[in-house]
Nanobody
Framework: QVRLRQSGGGLVQPGGSLTLACVGSGFPFSSYAMTWYRQTPGKAREEVASVGSFGDTKYADFAKGRFTISRDNVKNMLYLEMVSLTPEDTAVYYC???????WGQGSQVTVSS
C-alpha cells in the first residue's frame, strides 16, 4: 500500500524554526522527485520546495534562504527544515510525489506570538 506519513508541524513563534518530516512506503522512494506544498484557506496551493531523486533542489522565492528540503533515500524520509518563520508561513504543509499524485495527510504549521 502506497503511503506518505507526515510528522512535525505545530505552533511556533515568529522567528522560530520547525522541521517537517515525511516517510514514504509502498513505492520505490529513491526513484522519485518529492515536493513540499502548502495551502492556506482562500489561497491556491503553492509549491514550497522540491528535491529530485539525485538530490537536486528547487525552492519557491519565499522559501529561498529560509527553508531547506532534504531526503534520506535509505530511510525513505523527506524533510523540510524551516527557519525565520513569519506569520505568512502559516499553512497546512503537504509532502507529495507529484508524478504519482501521492500526498501526505498534511501538517498544520502556525506561526503566531
Amino acid at each position: 500500500q502506497v503511503r506518505l506519513r507526515q510528522s512535525g508541524g505545530g505552533l511556533v513563534q515568529p522567528g522560530g524554526s520547525l522541521t517537517l518530516a515525511c516517510v514514504g512506503s509502498g513505492f520505490p522512494f529513491s526513484s522519485y522527485a518529492m515536493t513540499w506544498y502548502r495551502q492556506t484557506p482562500g489561497k491556491a496551493r503553492e509549491e514550497v520546495a522540491s528535491v529530485g531523486s539525485f538530490g537536486d533542489t528547487k525552492y519557491a522565492d519565499f522559501a529561498k534562504g529560509r527553508f531547506t528540503i532534504s531526503r534520506d533515500n535509505v530511510k525513505n524520509m523527506l524533510y523540510l527544515e524551516m527557519v525565520s518563520l513569519t506569520p505568512e508561513d502559516t499553512a497546512v504543509y503537504y509532502c507529495c510525489v507529484p508524478s504519482l499524485d501521492f500526498w501526505g495527510q498534511g501538517s498544520q504549521v502556525t506561526v503566531s506570538s
